[in-house]
């Protein structure tokens, strides 16, 4: 080959290689970053899919997961600046509102019955209850959603022992005899009941008499209003989403398996046990809901004066242009 023909090859295969790497960083510079935070559990596998899969990439946004040990640890990411969006259910969102953030919320992204009450087996009933230690996760679902469950069934709260323990250790002070049950999700509902040995069960009945878990998908009203578009597109990447998640059972669970640092075979059966729903929706009904926690939280001197006004938290538009059909009663 000619020295001319050469050059002219390199210079040419030169050209190509700066004009790939041009159209990439173009590519870079139309994406939204957006940091998701999530509790580390399964509940979560909607946002593992979206970012591991690119299908959150697919709608312009450039997502991240960021993990926390409790949902709401994430709201006060976003709260902080340090996050785009958070999910938690009612409970924590009540008492952070009440305290003037200003969060807003295009869409209910989980439905599940996920909260389960692992208990020694001597504790058969509600009732059993009584003079034994829980322990779970103060300010969390979990706090609110036991509340709920002692009440259904007129246990006095007064009467129970309560232990403020993070999710991680819950199984190995329940192992050493520090509490008689906790109140938490997979994997540790499994890694508890496997510690044990036969030494404690799932309560059934369970949570499920008394709450029903919706996680509501949170952001700052500023960034939602200076990022209308990528607002929108981010809805747009949940149902696909939700979608690969119903299509795609394995994919999902290996995906979620790497998050968590789980097998993938256990990654599958917890979604199977769980039976999560993460279809989005919002509906003006749910801020009846937002009323009975706010009078708990009156009841328990955790909040003073009114609840926040979800019809102002709630924002439909958003999740209307993904689909008019997930939006109902605004």
């Given amino acids: 080959m000619s020295p001319t023909r050469r050059n002219f090859l390199s210079s040419t295969a030169g050209f ?12 870079a510079q139309t994406l939204t970053k957006v940091r998701l935070t999530a509790g580390a559990n399964i509940g979560y596998s909607h946002q593992y899919v979206g970012e591991s899969a690119g299908i959150f990439r697919k709608y312009g946004i450039d997502a991240s997961v960021i993990l926390f040990d409790v949902g709401f640890l994430g709201t006060e990411a976003v709260i902080a600046g340090q996050a785009e969006t958070s ?16 969060l807003v919320v295009p869409a209910v992204i989980i ?29 969390s679902s979990a706090h609110f959603a036991f509340d709920r469950y002692l009440s259904h069934f007129g246990v006095p709260r007064e009467r129970v022992t309560h232990v403020n323990v993070p999710a991680a250790e819950q199984p190995a002070l329940m192992a050493r005899g ?30 499920e008499v008394a709450y029903k878990t919706r996680t509501y998908l ?24 939700d979608a690969f998640i119903r299509a795609e059972p394995r994919r999902t669970a290996e995906i979620a398996g790497r998050k968590l640092n789980i ?59 993904v689909n008019p059909a997930l939006v109902k009663g605004f």
């Fill in 16 to 27: 190509g290689l700066a004009a790939a790497l041009d159209v990439r960083a173009a590519l």
């Fill in 87 to 102: 999910c938690t259910v009612e409970f924590p969102m009540v008492n952070l509102l009440s305290k003037g953030a200003d």
């Fill in 111 to 139: 439905t599940a019955d996920d909260l389960k009450i692992v208990a020694l087996t001597s504790i058969a009933k509600p009732e059993d209850f009584a003079g034994k230690k829980v322990g779970y996760i103060f300010g």
């Fill in 178 to 207: 520090d509490i008689d049950a906790f109140v938490w999700l997979e994997p540790m509902v499994k890694r508890g009941l496997d510690i044990m040995r036969g030494r404690a069960h799932v309560m059934n009945p369970g949570i």
């Fill in 218 to 241: 949170q952001m700052s009203r500023a960034w939602v209003d200076r990022n209308q578009e990528a607002t929108v597109n981010l809805l747009r990447g949940f149902v696909e989403a």
């Fill in 263 to 321: 097998p993938a075979d256990q990654a599958q059966e917890l979604l199977k046990q769980v039976g999560f729903d993460f279809s989005p929706y919002l509906d003006a009904g749910l801020s009846k809901v937002f009323d009975g926690v706010a009078d708990w939280m009156r009841g328990q001197n955790r909040l003073q004066g009114p609840g926040p006004d979800m019809s102002r938290v709630f924002v439909p538009q958003y999740l209307r242009q």
